[in-house]
């Protein structure tokens, strides 16, 4: 079964400080790789799009890796900011059954 | 900016209630998706549309859920009868054409079954 899996659950880490989130993926095969933000009680927002050709794309402070041969995504915060703190979710594209694949997130608390 | 618009924003329902949403894509997305999300779980797909037509209802309760698009634009999820286990999030997204494409999400209905 195509899975779509994260780490940590929850984070929380200091304002400033940097850090970085793990989504790990079994889908076969894929065409892109996705990194959502979702804040409390809203709907999710794009952060990043990748092919799977694609090993590493930045939108402002947030930039996402991609290795297509281990099957494996990070998301990397740098200087987080208090606004931050939402959950992170990584979708992964099956082309098997043109399907978006969903893990369960990444809470991430920022603390002033 | 475009953003694709859903109402309610909150609704409270008994048990055994109907309720509905509704969902307005942005202009020209051929792609319509309704996705049901649990507090603390990432979103689970409902019913997916391409233009007026069902592509994948897999996860669709269909003993009281159902979803159309008649036009091709909007569209509308209803649930009859509302069941405690249906409180949750209930989001609306679109994209220009299929899954290959960005999915644009609105701002979702929170649905509390009482």
């Known amino acids: 079964k195509n899975q779509v899996e994260q780490s940590p659950q929850s984070l929380i880490i200091l304002e400033g400080k940097n850090c970085t989130l793990q989504?790990?993926?079994?889908?076969?095969?894929?065409?892109?790789l996705r990194w959502y933000k979702q804040d409390t009680g809203r709907g999710p927002v794009s952060l990043t799009i990748?092919?799977?050709s694609e090993n590493t794309k930045s939108n402002g402070r947030y930039t996402a890796t991609l290795d297509a041969d281990t099957k494996q995504s990070s998301l990397h915060i740098t200087a987080s900011q208090l606004s931050d703190s939402a959950s992170y979710i990584c979708?992964?594209?099956?082309?098997?059954?043109?399907?978006?694949?969903w893990g369960a997130g990444t809470k991430l608390i920022i603390k002033p | 900016e475009a953003e694709v618009a859903q109402s309610p924003r909150y609704k409270i329902t008994e048990k055994s209630q109907a309720v509905a949403f509704w969902c307005d894509p942005i202009?020209?997305?051929?792609?319509l998706y309704w996705y049901r999300q649990i507090l603390g779980q990432g979103p689970e797909l409902l019913v997916q549309?391409?233009?007026?037509?069902?592509?994948?209802d897999s996860q669709l309760p269909k003993d009281r859920f159902s979803a159309e698009r008649l036009k091709g634009v909007d569209s509308t999820l209803k649930i009859q009868p509302a069941e405690l286990g249906d409180s949750a999030m209930y989001l609306c997204?679109?994209?220009?054409?299929?899954?290959?494409?960005?999915?644009?999400f609105g701002q979702g209905t929170r649905l509390t079954v009482v």
């Open positions: 549309f391409q233009d007026e037509s069902v592509v994948d």
């Open positions: 989504c790990n993926y079994t889908v076969s095969p894929f065409s892109n």
């Open positions: 997204a679109s994209s220009f054409w299929g899954h290959d494409t960005e999915a644009f």
């Open positions: 202009s020209g997305h051929a792609t």
């Open positions: 990748m092919t799977f």
């Open positions: 979708v992964v594209s099956d082309d098997s059954n043109y399907q978006l694949i």
